[in-house]
């Protein structure tokens, strides 16, 4: 997603994209192994049910970390666009939809809207830097 919606533009808009888009998986995640699943315990408060800032913002650093280093370690490989890139988007999308579905079932209602819009915003930023991604490889 983040290499074709950041394609051929500064590669700090790349790895700030890919960073974002990790939070914004961990947004739906987490709500739904915490509060549903009760996969691990909270033990502070916080406006997001009770998950704390530090840990989107450890997400954060840590898909930008690993984004910097794909992006300079595969960056010759980072204007393909081959079957496994497919694979991924498609991986994206039914994360999202489990989760958000999981997260409707049991009423986490800020956790489906916020993270159904946002993922809907990157998907429609997608599709539409697709268009350019695939003119300037000449598709």
Known sequence: LAKVIAFKQHFLLYILTGSMIAVLMDLIIDPVAYKVKEYWIWESESIYYNIPFSNFAG?????????LAIYFFVHKDIASRNLWHNRTILVFILIQAMFILLALISKLWLAVIMTGVLSALVLIGYYFSLKRFAYDLGR
């Open 59 to 67: 997400w954060f650093i840590v898909a930008f970390i690993l984004h």
